[in-house]
Nanobody, 125 residues
Framework: QVQLVESGGGLVQAGDSLRLSCAAS????????MGWFRQAPGKEREFVAA????????LYADSVKGRFTISRDNAVNTVYLQMNSLKPEDTAVYSC??????????????????WGQGTQVTVSS
């Protein structure tokens, strides 16, 4: 079992940046692809970004492409989400998750097994 703890959320203004972190327990972190998802009030959880086990390939939702960057450091069991040029519509609870998939299907919520509790990101206009 993997435990995930997100951090780095907060209240920012439109145009600001935030960096989210997701720390994973256990020694098998490098065996998982990792994804970030978000859920805004009254909306379904949606895919944001994903990264392969080695970090060699990434995938982004169209809504964040060019503004967000996902990365990982397997030495410290952590995946990051650098969010630039934030918009009010980015306001949501952001969660990280693990997947045993290699790459195909990483944009689907159903491909993920373990989830963190999430961290709130609020962007004011």
């Amino acid at each position: 079992q993997v435990q995930l703890v997100e951090s780095g959320g907060g209240l920012v203004q439109a145009g600001d940046s935030l960096r989210l972190s997701c720390a994973a327990s256990g020694r098998t972190f490098s065996m998982y692809a990792m994804g970030w998802f978000r859920q805004a009030p009254g909306k379904e959880r949606e895919f944001v970004a994903a990264i392969r086990r080695s970090g060699g390939s990434t995938l982004y939702a169209d809504s964040v492409k060019g503004r967000f960057t996902i990365s990982r450091d397997n030495a410290v069991n952590t995946v990051y989400l650098q969010m630039n040029s934030l918009k009010p519509e980015d306001t949501a609870v952001y969660s990280c998750a693990t997947s045993t998939r290699s790459y195909s299907g990483l944009g689907s919520l159903r491909s993920y097994d373990y989830w963190g509790q999430g961290t709130q990101v609020t962007v004011s206009s």
